[in-house]
Nanobody, 123 residues
Framework: QVQLVESGGGLVQAGGSLRLSCTAS????????MGWFRQAPGKEREFVAT???????YYADSVKGRFTISRDNAKNTVYLQMDSLKPDATAVYYC?????????????????WGQGTQVTVSS
């Protein structure tokens, strides 16, 4: 059974940093893209960042330059380093494992999802 488990969320002041982790079990995802999405209260889930199997990255414009996605295939883990956080980053953050190896931005191109971790940024 495939499982993705996120951790690292919490409460942080604006301008601060958090590092999210997502560890996969049940299969290896080294040959597939991994991604992060988020969903704020009352809003639809939105794309945040993705990394292909070959470590090509792509970010939403709203986080470019402040968030960094990385992966450790040996640990079957993907990370999201979030710096210079703003209150509008408050959301539940989800990691996902893609259906393909290349960079992918759309939720329907991801096959497996974690349960989410809450990030709250206070002003």
């Amino acid at each position: 059974q495939v499982q993705l488990v996120e951790s690292g969320g919490g409460l942080v002041q604006a301008g601060g940093s958090l590092r999210l982790s997502c560890t996969a079990s049940g299969r290896t995802f080294s040959g597939y893209a991994m991604g992060w999405f988020r969903q704020a209260p009352g809003k639809e889930r939105e794309f945040v960042a993705t990394m292909s199997w070959s470590s090509i990255t792509y970010y939403a414009d709203s986080v470019k330059g402040r968030f960094t996605i990385s992966r450790d295939n040996a640990k079957n883990t993907v990370y999201l380093q979030m710096d210079s956080l703003k209150p509008d980053a408050t959301a539940v953050y989800y990691c996902a494992a893609g259906k393909y190896a290349s960079v992918i931005r759309y939720a329907n191109e991801y096959a497996h999802w974690g349960q989410g971790t809450q990030v709250t940024v206070s002003s």
